[in-house]
C-alpha cells in the first residue's frame, strides 16, 4: 500500500504546530497503524528529518497511552486502540490525517504527544481502596454479588487512553471519571471512601478543565474497552448520593 499521511508537527508546547504531508510506501496491510508510524519515521531519520514523536508503550491494547486522532476519529475508523488498528482498514492510494487529542486537559507536548497527566490526578484524588491489599486474600473472605463482580470488572477495563475526552465535544472526561468510581464503589473493599471518592475525583476533574456532560455518547463510540453510559449515569447517581 502507498498512503499519504498528514501529520500535526508541532516541535513543543509553545509552537503553533501545523500539518506537514508526507508520502509512505511499502505499507502491508498486516502492520499496525504504530508499526507504519514507524516505517515513516524509519524514512524520516534515514533522511536526517525529525521523526514523528508518538505515545506508546505495550502495542496490544493495554497500556493507554498510544491514542491519535486519525481521520477525525479517536483511534481511528475501528473501535479499538491505535496500536491495535491494522492498516487493512485503509485502502491503498488513501489520504489520512493523524493528529493529537485535541482537548483543554490535554496539551500537546510534541507532534503527536500529549500530557494525560490530568487522568493521574483523577485517580489520585479517590481512585483507590485503604483495604489491606499487601498480600493475596482468600478468595471467599469477602462475597461479592455475581452482577456487581461483573459491573466492576467491566469498569476496571478502562486504560486511561483519553479517547471519550478527545471524541467529546465538550472535553468531557466524565466516561473516564465514571469508569473508575463504578469499579469501586460498587465492591465491597471500596465502601469506606464512597462518597468521599466520587466527590473528590469530581472535583479533580472539574479543576483539570474537562467539560461536563451534555449526553451526546461520542465517548462511548470511540471507547475501546465498550464503557457504556450507564457508567456517567452511575456516577451522577453516586455524586447525588454522596452529596445528601
Ligand atoms: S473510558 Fe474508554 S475511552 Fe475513556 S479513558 Fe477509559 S478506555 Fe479510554
Ligand atoms: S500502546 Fe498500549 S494501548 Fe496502545
Given at each position: ?81 491505535t496500536c491495535q488498528l491494522h492498516m487493512r482498514s485503509f485502502a491503498d492510494g488513501d ?150
Open positions: 500500500m502507498k498512503l499519504t499521511l498528514r501529520i500535526w508537527r508541532q516541535s513543543g508546547p509553545r509552537d503553533r504546530g501545523r500539518m506537514v504531508t508526507y508520502r509512505v510506501e511499502d505499507v502491508s496491510p498486516d502492520m499496525s497503524f504504530l508499526e507504519m508510524l514507524d516505517v515513516l519515521n524509519q524514512d524520516l531519520i534515514m533522511r536526517g528529518e525529525q521523526p514523528v514523536a508518538f505515545d506508546h508503550d505495550c502495542r496490544e491494547g493495554i497500556c493507554g497511552s498510544c491514542g491519535v486522532v486519525i481521520n477525525g476519529r479517536a483511534h481511528g475508523p475501528e473501535r479499538t486502540t489520504v489520512v490525517d493523524v493528529e493529537p487529542w485535541r482537548a483543554k486537559g490535554f496539551p500537546v507536548v510534541k507532534d503527536l504527544v500529549v500530557d494525560r497527566s490530568a487522568f493521574d490526578r483523577i485517580i489520585a484524588a479517590g481512585g483507590y481502596v485503604t483495604a489491606p491489599t499487601g498480600s493475596a486474600p482468600e478468595a471467599h473472605a469477602t462475597p461479592v454479588p455475581k452482577p456487581d463482580a461483573d459491573v466492576a470488572f467491566d469498569n476496571a477495563t478502562c486504560i486511561g487512553c483519553g479517547a471519550c475526552v478527545a471524541a467529546c465535544p465538550n472535553g468531557s472526561a466524565m466516561l473516564f471519571t465514571s469508569a473508575k468510581v463504578t469499579h469501586l464503589n460498587v465492591l465491597p473493599q471500596g465502601q469506606p471512601e464512597r462518597e468521599r471518592r466520587v466527590l473528590d475525583m469530581v472535583e479533580a476533574m472539574d479543576q483539570e478543565g474537562f467539560g461536563g456532560c451534555t449526553n451526546t455518547g461520542e465517548c462511548v463510540a470511540s471507547c475501546p474497552k465498550g464503557i457504556p453510559l450507564a457508567s456517567i449515569a452511575n456516577l451522577n447517581r453516586e455524586f447525588l448520593r454522596a452529596s445528601r
